[in-house]
């Protein structure tokens, strides 16, 4: 079968960066999904597997963890789904990616592709959606209020794929009053047509920007970049005993800053549930089917921007560098091979 893969951490405009290759076709085993991929989409977790964790010598790796497909064959404990069936997922770090024909997903993992969308526009939305919906409701719990403060969430990076749901979530799924960072014009009017409540522009003072709002102190913070250099600033601004989520890796953050107001400091990490086999490693299927509903029933929407063409090294190495520029709005995908 074709795939994508990468034999050492190369900057991605060097020659071979990604390359072209032809690997075995999987078998599924236990609860695994043998999946024919239809598209899939790009995620900064890729660009950072690529510069920062190569394969042994001699080896090489897919990379690729967002997908959606149809189900070809299913291990001998698959029970959620059959063959024909659409899915939608984000995989697991610790197997190959979804930059190949076919992919082997645990199907606990996995949910039913909107019907709605095309395979593309589906291809958007799972890491994003998993990574957002797990900060807000797992981690930050934004349904328990925060006595005294401001019912209102500040999301640092609104423009970007897990800031973009992020704000859809936030905005339909409870009552809290969205603040989005975006730092251009283009993205501003990106995270106000998603459904932001106010937007500020995060190359200035956070803190002066929403007292300015006149709306209190915001009761949670979910940072999903450059954190170690915002954290003053969300340290001013938040409630005390307000809560704080991040999904970047600062080389260093200084949690001290937090003690004085009793801010509490939540990792959320996406692939923790596959790559441990937690006990609610389900909770992932569960909030990809209640996800494929919302947009079903239009209260959620894909966040695709651009469709770079059919998988490919060219064609991914392209998307590699946009990512890394810091200049992507919304999502990334490619479709067929």
Known sequence: MRAVAFTESLPIDAPNALIDVERPRPEPKGRDLLVAIEAVSVNPVDTKVRRNM???????????WDAAGTVVATGPEATLFKPGDAVFYAGAIDRDGTNAEFHLVDERIAGPKPASLDFAQAAALPLTSITA??????????????????????????????GSIAIQLARQLTGLTVIATASREETQAWCRDLGAHHVIDHRKPLA??????????????FSTNDTATHLPEITALIAPQGRVALIDDPAGL?????????????WEFMFTRPLFGTADIAAQH???????????????????????GT?????LTRAHALLES????GKIVLAGF
């Open 286 to 308: 569960a909030l990809l089917s209640e996800l494929s509903r919302l947009v079903d029933a239009g209260t959620i929407r894909t966040t695709l921007a651009d469709v770079f």
């Open 54 to 64: 190569p394969p042994a010598p001699g080896a090489m790796k897919v990379l690729g």
């Open 311 to 315: 998988v490919n090294a060219a064609n």
């Open 133 to 162: 919906w797990e900060a807000m409701f797992d981690r930050l719990d934004v349904r328990r209020p925060v006595p005294g403060a401001a019912n209102a969430i500040l999301i640092v990076g609104g423009a970007g794929g897990v």
């Open 326 to 329: 810091g200049r992507a709005r």
């Open 208 to 221: 002066a920007q929403v007292e300015a709002l006149g709306i209190g102190a915001p009761a949670f913070v």
């Open 254 to 266: 200084d949690v001290m800053v937090l003690k004085r107001k009793s801010v509490s400091l939540h």
